[in-house]
């Protein structure tokens, strides 16, 4: 099942923009209970990264943009976005900027630096990196630039830079 799920996050189903899987699903919090997101940082092998209010790294998904998200239905349910307005863990500093977007169905959903956040599932303890690198689309946030060291994605831009519509900048 897990096979299926990182199949339905990893290719279009018809060719266009947003069709990975398009059946709408519910986010998942990464806050504690509250309407907002927190974001803090942990060390890894991958260096410094964003990571819940738990301590559970998040991830960003290459076909994404700074407006919307494309991972939906069975890919949303195995890389959960994370739900809410986002906001910095009491005594953490945040180089980037906090924005949210608005997700297919409705759902506000919290992005650093112009990348819309995810935990991983497969991640059973807070630390593990296991998503990075996944289908080759999946990436560690890093806290300092929002994306991993060595991805040969072309990053976002960061919303500090531009406010585009859709979003809502809160830092």
């Known amino acids: 099942m897990a096979l299926a799920a990182l ?18 699903t519910g986010s998942a919090s990464s806050g504690s209970g509250t309407s907002g997101a927190v974001f803090g940082t942990a060390d890894t092998a991958l260096g410094t990264v964003l990571t819940d209010a738990s301590g559970f790294t998040l991830y960003r998904f290459d076909p994404d943009t700074p407006t919307s998200s494309a991972c939906t239905g069975q890919c949303a349910a195995l890389w959960p976005p994370v739900a809410g307005t986002p906001s910095a863990a009491n005594g953490t500093t945040l180089p980037g900027t906090l924005s949210t977007i608005t997700r297919p169905e409705g759902s506000t959903q919290a992005a650093y630096d112009g990348h819309p956040a995810y935990r991983y599932t497969q991640d059973s303890a807070p630390g593990q990196t296991n998503g990075e690198g996944v289908m080759g689309t999946w990436h560690v946030i890093k806290a300092d630039t929002g994306a991993a060291p060595g991805t040969s994605t072309t990053s976002a831009p960061s919303a500090a830079a531009t406010n585009p519509p859709g979003s809502t900048n809160t830092n």
């Open 7 to 24: 199949a339905a996050c990893g290719g279009q189903n018809d060719g266009s923009p947003g069709s990975y899987d398009s059946q709408p």
